[in-house]
């Protein structure tokens, strides 16, 4: 970048930057209580008023499919409810893990890209042929395969970034239209694997939080439509989790690294993603309670968070944009590198 285009910043720059800071947070810590005392109280009645729905057919053996299943939140879900008696359709994307899951009971790994439209009308086909051959009737579709890319939106490769959405939202409206029919006959659930970032918006994630807020519009709409037909749409909101897209979000950063205007966001990501991700996300098993439950409760939540760290996002989320903590951090560690957006170091 030019230097006649961006400039340095002054002392007195500097000087009202921290003091508008300092106050915004400490306006912010004013307001943090009200702030949690409303959305716990709104996750408390959603949770009590989720017994208003009681619809949901008791199945003999459930049989559900799950997308995503080779590693973390999908495959430990997989493991969890064929302990609890359901035949899982396990969708991974490679043979090794096909042969790893083929271990398992009642697990039925199958080859499924959610971006292939011949590889969703396999996975229909396989199913019905398993519920015909048993006389059952299809209980859940777990839609969970997700990936992610992490950077400053202007270095993310066009190619990846737009494979986020392809993935995480696009998949899932793929998968969900395929096989709604099978789910609405027998009266069953659809269950969504969003993210915190659908509700709170971070910089570096900026496709990534974009699929996941439109996974949480696409859930909540659903619910509307599906529920008067019997069918119960949940939508499941994990925290940090370890799995592999957080060694792979850290990968992502390092190939998309700028510098320049970038370099104080890029450092600030830095503990966001691997190792960072390993040493305070929670184990991917944490989640699937929150999915077996929406399963195969009668009583199913619109939404779940599994994980407390997402009380903290959702407070996050609820507050005024400029006194959002979030985003204060990120303005704090950039004055404290002397970076500022606009200007090269």
Request: hydrophobic share 45%; net charge positive.
């Amino acid at each position: 970048m030019s230097s006649t285009l961006f400039k340095k910043p002054s002392a007195w720059w500097h000087l009202k930057q921290s003091l508008s800071l300092a106050g915004r947070m400490v306006i912010s810590l004013i307001f943090l209580p009200c702030v949690a005392v409303y959305v716990i109280g709104a996750h408390s009645l959603e949770t009590l008023m989720a017994s208003s729905f009681s619809s949901a057919q008791r199945h003999k053996r459930p049989v559900v499919l799950i997308t995503g299943a080779s590693s973390g939140i999908g495959r430990a879900a997989a493991l969890h409810l064929a302990k609890l008696g359901c035949e899982v359709f396990s969708g991974v994307r490679n043979q090794a893990a096909m042969d790893d899951l083929k271990k398992f009971d009642r697990l039925h790994p199958i080859i499924l890209d959610v971006t292939k439209s011949e590889e969703i009308a396999a996975a229909l086909n396989q199913v019905q042929q398993f519920l015909a051959e048993d006389d059952l009737i299809f209980t859940a579709l777990v839609n969970n395969a997700g990936i992610g890319e992490v950077g400053a939106f202007e270095t993310l490769d066009a190619a990846r970034s737009d494979r986020v959405l392809q993935v995480n939202l696009h998949g899932m409206v793929s998968m969900t239209r395929t096989f709604l029919p099978l789910v609405r006959q027998s009266k069953g659930r659809i269950v969504n694997v969003g993210s915190g970032f659908g509700r709170l918006a971070a910089p570096g994630y900026v496709t990534y939080s974009a699929s996941k807020f439109a996974i949480r519009g696409f859930s909540l709409s659903l619910r509307q439509e599906m529920e008067p037909l019997g069918v119960s749409v949940s939508l499941i909101e994990p925290g940090a989790t370890k799995t592999r897209i957080g060694g792979k979000t850290h990968d992502s950063l390092n190939s998309n690294r700028m510098g320049g205007v970038y370099a104080g966001l890029e450092d600030y990501l830095e503990p966001m993603t691997g190792e960072g991700i390993d040493e305070y996300g929670a184990s991917p098993e944490t989640t699937s309670a929150a999915i077996a439950h929406a399963i195969l409760s009668r009583c199913p939540r619109a939404t779940y968070f599994p994980s407390w760290v997402m009380f903290i996002g959702m407070i996050f989320a609820a507050m005024p944009s400029p006194l959002n903590p979030f985003r204060l951090s990120v303005q704090a560690y950039q004055i404290k590198k002397s970076i500022a957006i606009g200007w090269n170091r």
